[in-house]
C-alpha cells in the first residue's frame, strides 16, 4: 500500500470528529449546560465537590471543541463561581484531578480536561445516580 494510501485511512476530517462528540454531548446534557461565554450551569446538584470540578473542565472542554471562542482552560475562580466551592477545596479536587490524570494544570490555578477522558467520566456519574436511585 502506497504512503498516500495510508494517509487517506489514516486522517480522518473534522466531520468524523464532530461524530465522536455527538454521545458525550449527550450524556454531558444530562449533567449541564454551557453558554456562549464558556460559562458552567450544572443541573445535576447531586454530585460531589471532585465531580463538579470534573463536571466543568469537561463541560469546557467539549464546548472549545465545538466553538474555539470556548477555552478549555479554565481557573479556580471561574470553578468557584459556576460550583460555589470554596478556592481551598478546588483546589484539593483540581490537584485529585491531575493526579488521576484527568486533567492537567498548564499554569497555576488553570486547568484543562483531557478529552479522551470525559466520556468515562461521564459515565461514571451516570452510574452512580443509577444506584442511588436504587437505593
Request: charged fraction near 60%; glycine fraction near 0%.
Given at each position: 500500500m502506497s504512503i498516500?494510501?495510508?494517509?487517506?485511512?489514516?486522517?480522518?476530517?473534522?466531520?468524523?470528529?464532530?461524530v465522536r462528540l455527538e454521545p458525550i454531548i449527550s450524556k454531558a446534557l444530562l449533567q449541564c449546560r454551557i453558554d456562549k461565554n464558556g460559562q458552567v450551569l450544572i443541573t445535576n446538584r447531586n454530585l460531589s465537590g471532585k465531580d463538579q470540578l470534573k463536571l466543568v473542565l469537561a463541560a469546557r472542554a467539549i464546548a472549545s471543541q465545538l466553538d474555539p471562542s470556548v477555552k478549555a482552560e479554565v481557573t479556580t475562580v471561574e470553578i468557584g463561581k459556576y460550583t460555589g466551592l470554596p478556592q481551598n477545596q478546588i483546589r484539593a479536587r483540581g490537584k485529585d484531578a491531575t493526579q488521576e490524570k484527568f486533567a492537567e494544570s498548564p499554569k497555576r490555578g488553570v486547568y484543562r480536561a483531557f478529552v479522551h477522558r470525559i466520556e468515562d467520566f461521564l459515565d461514571d456519574i451516570a452510574a452512580k445516580e443509577k444506584l442511588k436511585t436504587k437505593t
Open positions: 498516500d494510501e495510508l494517509k487517506k485511512k489514516f486522517f480522518v476530517d473534522e466531520d468524523a470528529l464532530k
